[in-house]
């Protein structure tokens, strides 16, 4: 059993991971300056809060275009709280968290106030995910991301949002509401 609190206390803010970043500062800070919250998804964040345990590393392409979103959300949110843990730093959370025995990233555990786990969502959007495993034995890696990054652009975070959402506020997406 993880202790979300102790993790949580320990975790990086957003930011300091940002500025220790060595591969993709870049892209993650251009990203996140680039990024519009919907006006939805403002709306939505439940009067409780939505406290995000992230699960990364600076080098993922999909992090870079998912996890800006997030904390552009917490930016823009007195009710979010982002907060990141390096996958090869914390095998013991990461090994809780495995896609098809993967240890796949980014992973977001969504937390209630008293840091109990509400779901996870990850590595990336459930359509692109479905589509990244459909091509990767047919199509080189070096068509297979282009293609991702395009996806990633034309859907602005809008899927990973309502995803996340849907793990804060399950019976709101289960109705068909706007997350």
């Known amino acids: ?16 991971f940002v500025a ?20 939805w998804a403002l709306d939505g964040v439940p009067t409780e809060g939505m406290r995000l345990l992230v699960i990364v590393e600076d080098w993922c392409g999909d992090a870079s275009n998912t996890v800006p979103l997030l904390a552009k959300l917490a930016a823009e949110s007195p009710r979010v709280e982002v907060k990141v843990v390096r996958r ?19 992973i977001i555990i969504a937390l209630d106030a008293h840091y109990n786990e509400l779901g996870h969502w990850g590595p990336r959007p459930s359509e692109l995910q479905a589509f990244v495993m459909a091509s990767r034995d047919t199509v080189p890696k070096a ?37």
């Open 88 to 106: 090869d730093e914390h095998p013991e959370i990461m090994d809780q968290y495995l896609t098809g025995g993967s240890r796949s990233i980014p």
């Open 143 to 179: 068509e297979l991301y282009p293609q991702v990054r395009r996806w990633y652009a034309r859907d602005r975070g809008e899927t990973t949002l309502r995803e996340v959402f849907a793990l804060v506020l399950p019976t709101r997406a289960a109705e068909g509401g706007s997350a």
């Open 1 to 16: 059993m993880l202790d979300f609190r102790a993790i949580w206390r320990d975790a990086l803010t957003y930011d300091r």
């Open 20 to 39: 220790e970043s060595t591969k993709n500062c870049e892209l993650w800070t251009g990203v996140y300056r680039l990024a519009v919250v919907p006006r």
